[in-house]
């Protein structure tokens, strides 16, 4: 009976411990509202590790340290300034257990311009007035102060940019006047401000990290359609009886949030007029019911062929659904990601790069056509394209990274023509798990011989590929012309 109490009383802490730190701004992920931790405890709050709280006891520090002549902080005795390069200054710590804050507009003589990075993180804070020259609120500056409920700015405030997490589970902030020079809002600054319901934006805002209004009243309240948030397209609410709505971005609108349209797998067409001139990281990943992108004929940054979405002046592929545009020269990162539709890739001599997890994920895709022009294959480039059985691996490609062919599990026959590839010291790792799967390797007999047939380098090409030797056997005669056939081991 007492053993069992003690397992009893060691599961009880346990489920605290879990409840207790569920919350966190560490990562980019979001914690369900019933799994919010309370707030930081006097002990947390006077670690400095944390927030910016200035350090209240004067006995701290080395002998050596007091020896030497300190520079006094710049500090109006509640909060701490150090000069920027804009020739004012940044809050950058505060007295412990503050919980009303001011932000002057000015300390001796110069402009306050910025709350600088985690100054206020997992404070007391009840309420903060924010002076007229804050120019930026840093990264993380408000997070996890769940008691934030009154965040106010001067009139004439020049505000512009909010960082990532700035307010992130500020749980009792409910209103929020932001300043109308505001123009950029960081991903998941209001994240978890679950009370937070009304909030005004200023007509600039032209730039919006993913999540920026995660987890929040205002997002759950928010109008059926596209949502706008200043003149951004920050998401899409769906009408419950439409099941494939064709999105249709309104004129005048300027920018799409990143991770916007992300993971919609309901969406199958988009319309982008000429007024959008900036697109953000990862807007229209995983729209995986998606058919056709049309983009306004007049928009001078993006435009759309071959139903594939292409920004102007770097000519990349920003989201596709079927082929690769003639013309383009890289494919951005995640833009075919998930496509059940792709079957056959043929990447256009043009093309000189491809993003990470570009093609990840296509169920369907059976062969690949790679540009000879491409050098590098990205982490996850194809990672679990099941149904891929061969692939090419020109000799110009330099580097394979990371997970790029892992969970090919149908990749069963290699062509290495790249010298880099070949040498690599365990194939199975250092080129993207492209051996993983295979059956059959075929390597290039002229792979380490240039263009006049003379070595480029010293290494003897049949000591070059331990992997090899460790799980595949030398054919006899190869069936292809101009490669040696290596046929995995029959007992591996």
């Known amino acids: 009976m007492r053993r069992l109490k003690i397992i009893a009383a060691l599961m009880l802490i346990a489920a605290f411990v879990c409840f207790s730190v569920s919350c966190t701004d560490d990562t980019g992920t979001q914690t369900p509202p019933d799994q919010q931790t309370p707030p930081v405890t006097d002990s947390e709050e006077n670690n400095d590790g944390d927030g910016g709280q200035i350090d209240t006891d004067p006995g701290s520090g080395s002998e050596d340290e007091d020896e030497k002549p300190q520079t006094p902080p710049a500090s109006d005795g509640s909060l701490t300034y150090s000069p920027?390069?804009?020739?004012?200054?940044?809050?950058?710590?505060?007295?412990?257990?503050?919980?009303?804050?001011?932000?002057?507009?000015?300390?001796?003589?110069?402009?306050?311009?910025?709350?600088?990075?985690?100054?206020?993180?997992?404070?007391?804070?009840?309420?903060?007035?924010?002076?007229?020259?804050?120019?930026?609120?840093?990264?993380?500056?408000?997070?996890?102060?769940?008691?934030?409920?009154?965040?106010?700015?001067?009139?004439?405030?020049?505000?512009?940019?909010?960082?990532?997490?700035?307010?992130?589970?500020?749980?009792?902030?409910?209103?929020?006047?932001?300043?109308?020079?505001?123009?950029?809002?960081?991903?998941?600054?209001?994240?978890?401000?679950?009370?937070?319901?009304?909030?005004?934006?200023?007509?600039?805002?032209?730039?919006?990290?993913?999540?920026?209004?995660?987890?929040?009243?205002?997002?759950?309240?928010?109008?059926?359609?596209?949502?706008?948030?200043?003149?951004?397209?920050?998401?899409?609410?769906?009408?419950?009886?439409?099941?494939?709505?064709?999105?249709?971005?309104?004129?005048?609108?300027?920018?799409?949030?990143?991770?916007?349209?992300?993971?919609?797998?309901?969406?199958?067409?988009?319309?982008?007029?000429?007024?959008?001139?900036?697109?953000?990281?990862?807007?229209?990943?995983g729209c995986t019911a998606l058919t056709t992108i049309t983009v306004d004929a007049l928009n001078p940054a993006y435009y759309a062929e071959d139903n594939a979405l292409v920004e102007r002046e770097s000519l990349t592929v920003i989201k596709g659904v079927g082929s690769v545009p003639e013309g383009a020269e890289a494919i951005g990162d995640f833009a075919y990601a998930f496509s059940s539709s792709l079957d056959t890739l043929i990447l256009p001599e043009t093309v000189e790069r491809i993003g990470i997890s570009a093609f990840e994920g296509c169920s369907a895709l059976v062969s690949v056509e790679m540009s000879e022009a491409i050098t590098e294959i990205p982490d996850g480039a194809f990672r679990g394209d099941t149904a891929l059985s061969e692939i090419k691996i020109h000799k110009d490609v330099t580097l394979i990274s990371g997970t790029a062919f892992s969970g090919c599990t149908g990749l069963k026959t290699v062509y290495l023509d790249s010298p880099a590839v070949i040498v690599a010291a365990d194939m199975s790792t250092s080129a993207g798990h492209l051996l993983e799967n295979a059956d059959t390797v075929f390597v290039s007999e002229n792979a380490f011989l240039d263009e006049n047939g003379d070595p480029i380098t010293n290494l003897d090409p049949a000591d070059s590929h331990p992997y090899l030797y460790a799980f595949f056997e030398r054919a006899d005669a190869s069936r292809e012309e101009g490669y040696v056939e290596w046929n995995r081991k029959a007992d591996l």
């Open 84 to 285: 920027n390069a804009e020739g004012g200054y940044t809050v950058t710590r505060f007295v412990a257990g503050t919980t009303a804050a001011v932000i002057p507009d000015e300390f001796n003589g110069k402009p306050v311009t910025e709350i600088g990075e985690g100054v206020f993180r997992a404070s007391r804070l009840v309420s903060v007035q924010i002076g007229a020259n804050v120019k930026k609120i840093g990264d993380r500056a408000f997070s996890l102060s769940y008691d934030l409920a009154e965040v106010t700015f001067a009139d004439v405030s020049v505000l512009e940019e909010i960082g990532e997490k700035a307010f992130y589970c500020c749980e009792s902030l409910e209103k929020l006047d932001l300043p109308e020079s505001v123009t950029a809002l960081g991903a998941e600054c209001f994240a978890g401000a679950l009370s937070l319901s009304d909030i005004s934006f200023g007509p600039e805002i032209s730039r919006i990290g993913k999540d920026a209004l995660q987890n929040t009243l205002w997002l759950t309240n928010a109008n059926v359609g596209v949502i706008y948030i200043g003149a951004t397209a920050y998401g899409y609410k769906h009408v419950p009886e439409v099941n494939n709505p064709y999105v249709q971005i309104e004129d005048g609108t300027v920018s799409v949030a990143d991770g916007a349209f992300e993971g919609d797998e309901r969406i199958i067409a988009f319309y982008i007029p000429a007024s959008v001139t900036h697109i953000g990281y990862k807007a229209f990943a």
